[in-house]
């Protein structure tokens, strides 16, 4: 016990060593101090990192039980950051190493995605020209061992860990393919891979359409590529485009600089794009387009939803403030808060809030959030001292009207289709795709345009009593809730089993009812095991979202009034 005491001891003097030369070296007094601290504020800095030291020994070496040191540390440090705001994060050294492939747009693996389903470890897509892809592997393949190594209760992320490693080195992976004997064992090299941030783009009727998922250091450059493809398409296809379509839906954001370079594809060289201010003036920052557009006047339309967030807003609120895009879909999530990163010892790093982001007409992004820690507290206060003020009102250059109040406000609003309970928990518990490896695996051949949807309705039922899926509705739910809160059982109280009935009947009518979408998706599901492109085109047609942009595009003056102030 003595020997382990003095381990944890000499972790704590070492790592408050770490704290205190890090803080002397950044905020010595003999150095300017922008952030204008006095010195007060650093004798209470000095002492907080003295009381923390001490009592991380204290806690070490006299706690009732062993504690673990490394795990201690960095729960202290978690809750010291999550008091601020959720982006605020201290990362150990394997989420710095996914940070860095998030931000980057690469990592070092075999070109596939993965899935677990009823304890299966499935192949979910495959990128094109990678090892996995040369090896033959295909959507809905099974992966049934890593290098003898057996993969029964391992998390993905561990899996993951298995599959990466040094480019050039190899590893084995056993291969099992429904309806056949599958590939047996097949041995693969790894490469660095680089991933597209455009998740999909083409020519849909007339108007162009770009998918972009995420932002990474090259998804300027990937967003210029997808365009120029487009247009190379269209002049050797002669055809005219009416308009472009970006859909940031459901994109998180990423890098800043990206941001600026997509919106530079669109606006003016010079064109203000967004600006950031931290806690002093000083810290202010104007982010303005550095070279001459690639599409300076094809109508434009801007897709963002609710999950739109950070660097999507940037680009979907300077487009819209400088008027050169429409923007459809829904309000979307209001993350402006800026993150620098911040190498720390240990191959640990702090991503810490460091400023926010405003678009070209003054509006701030970022939005009161419930989960903002104190700053959201705060507001939480003052809204209950005064009546919330009326929502801030800005101008585009065009003069026109756009509103404040976080995110980023629509011109068309439209709603997006949702999926029902009953398809949601189908693809939860892998029912659409595990059907669409059958059909693949029975139907070598791709099928024709249309599927016989009353036919393959019926295969798909059959499938879901061999698998014993079973859904419960909500008001099935209510019901239970409502006999287990009252203690009574089903027939013997009366009239429970009347009304269990009828809300077995009303389940049926709703599954009948979704049958047709219900068929639609599987039908996409089926496509996309042969052909990711074509089912992605096919579920551009199916959505309304879509369908309103192309309609506005085909229609100059409809366009061209909502720029009207």
Known sequence: MKQSVSRYESVAARFAVVLLLAFFCAFSPLQATPSGKSKSEYQEIAKGIELFGDIYRELSANYVEPLDVSALMYAAIDGMVASLDPYTVFLDERQSEQLEEI????????????ARFSGTLYVTSVLEGYPAWKAGLRIGDRIERIDDVPLQGKSLDEIKEIIKGNPGTTLSMKIGREGSLGLGTVRLSREAIRVSTVSYSGIVGNTGYVELDSFSGHSGEDVRQALEKLFRQASEERRSLDGLVLDLRGNPGGVLGPAVEIASLFVDKGSTVVTIRGRTSESEKVYKTERPPLV?????????????????????GALQDLDRGVVLGQRSYGKGLVQSVFQLPYDTTLKLTTARYYTPSGRLIQKQHARDGSLARRVLKEKKERKLAPVPVYYTVGKRKVYGGGGIVPDITVKEEQLSDY???????????????????THPVMPGPALNGKALMRDFEKFLREQKFAYTSPSERQFAALLKSTGMESGKAGGTDLLKQEIERQKAAEIEKESQRTARLLEREIVRHYNESLSRQAELGDDPVVRRALALLSDPKAYSRLFRP
Do not use: K
């Open 103 to 114: 931000t980057s747009g690469r990592y070092t693996g075999i070109g596939i995605s993965m």
């Open 296 to 316: 300076a006047e094809l109508p434009l339309v801007v897709l963002i939803d609710h999950e739109s967030a950070s660097a999507s807003e940037i680009v979907a």
């Open 423 to 441: 398809q949601q928990l189908l693809f939860r518990q892998g029912m659409v795709f595990r059907f669409a490896i059958r059909y693949r695996a």
